[in-house]
Nanobody, 116 residues
Framework: QVTLVESGGGLVQPGESLRLSCRAS????????MSWYRQAPGKERELVAE????????NYADSVKDRFTISKDNSLNKLNLQMNSLKTEDTAVYYC?????????WGEGTLVTVGS
């Protein structure tokens, strides 16, 4: 059973940083591409960043490029998202994602709020 559990969200001020983590289980994490999505209030879920199975290839949404860094620790089955220089528009629920055998799996998400 695929399980994804996000953590690390919270309330920060603009310009501050947060580090999100996703602990994965129930599948062979080391051979799977992974990604982070987010969904802001009233908006559709959007891709934030993705990483290939060995961590050597990454891709970012234009809105987070040069501020966010996705990484993958295959020894710990953990996906990370380092978020720097946060902006109010980064406020959203952030989801860990993996697609296996044509099925999309999501965690329950972790809320990031930037600003008061």
């Amino acid at each position: 059973q695929v399980t994804l559990v996000e953590s690390g969200g919270g309330l920060v001020q603009p310009g501050e940083s947060l580090r999100l983590s996703c602990r994965a289980s129930g599948f062979t994490f080391s051979i799977n591409d992974m990604s982070w999505y987010r969904q802001a209030p009233g908006k559709e879920r959007e891709l934030v960043a993705e990483i290939n199975w060995n961590g050597r290839t990454t891709n970012y949404a234009d809105s987070v490029k040069d501020r966010f860094t996705i990484s993958k620790d295959n020894s710990l089955n953990k996906l990370n998202l380092q978020m720097n220089s946060l902006k109010t528009e980064d406020t959203a629920v952030y989801y860990c994602h993996v697609r296996k055998n044509g099925i999309n799996y999501w965690g329950e998400g972790t809320l990031v709020t930037v600003g008061s």
